[in-house]
């Protein structure tokens, strides 16, 4: 049991969340897109949002800003949290436009929103979970697909629901957080994706 929840925390690790929404809305959308170009903007992912991090944890470890790529206290978060916001307006701003693929340009708007929000939460020494405002966001992307593109994801969405579960119990069993933070994350991940909605849905 102590392995299955600490998968959770490894396999939802918010790093992956933004190549997660990427993948199952070109597995969801209806609409025809080169593979070349889905190819590309999947690499372009990989490299900005978990590749380009990885590396910048080593190098805040090695600098001593952080103890770990756990980020286990709340003034670790401050730097990293920064680093993913540029990330994140360099993708809007480079991979994905509003009028080429308008649902994957407010994905990622709402993740950013969502960085901000657990940035500035930071300031005031309140550490949200990460991993739950990761899986909550994209389990919101993916109902609100459901609904866009009027594709039966009950399945999908029913087992996205279920890994939240399995998140809140992975953190709550390391004593990574504790009930409020796991609340406070859930909320900040799905709200800016359901207020992105009113542009795109």
């Keep these: ?52 991090p990885i590396i910048t944890f080593f190098l805040l470890q ?9 980020l286990k206290s709340v003034e670790e978060r401050k730097y990293p949290l920064m680093i993913q916001c540029i990330l994140i307006l ?22 950013l929103c969502t960085s901000i929000s657990a940035l500035i939460l930071v300031f005031f020494k309140f550490k949200a979970s990460l991993h739950q405002m990761g899986i909550a966001g ?20 029913a087992i996205f629901f ?8 992975s953190r709550l069993h390391t004593n990574s957080h504790t009930v409020p933070e796991l609340i406070t994350g859930f909320f900040i991940g799905v709200v800016p994706q359901l207020i992105m909605l009113n542009f795109w849905l």
């Design 90 to 111: 360099l993708i809007l701003k480079m991979v994905f436009s509003p009028y080429e693929s308008i649902e994957m340009y407010y994905f990622f708007l709402g993740i």
């Design 1 to 52: 049991m102590n392995i299955f929840l600490r998968l959770a925390a490894y396999l939802f690790h918010p790093l992956f969340i933004p190549l997660l929404g990427a993948i199952t809305y070109y597995n969801i959308t209806p609409r025809f897109t080169e593979p070349l170009i889905v190819q590309s903007k999947i690499f372009a992912i990989i490299i900005i949002t978990i590749l380009i």
């Design 162 to 169: 279920i890994c939240n579960g399995w998140v809140a119990s």
């Design 138 to 157: 994209v389990t919101m992307f993916i109902i609100a697909l459901s609904i866009h593109f009027q594709v039966n994801l009950l399945l999908g969405i």
């Design 62 to 70: 090695n600098l001593r800003v952080i103890s770990s790529i756990h």
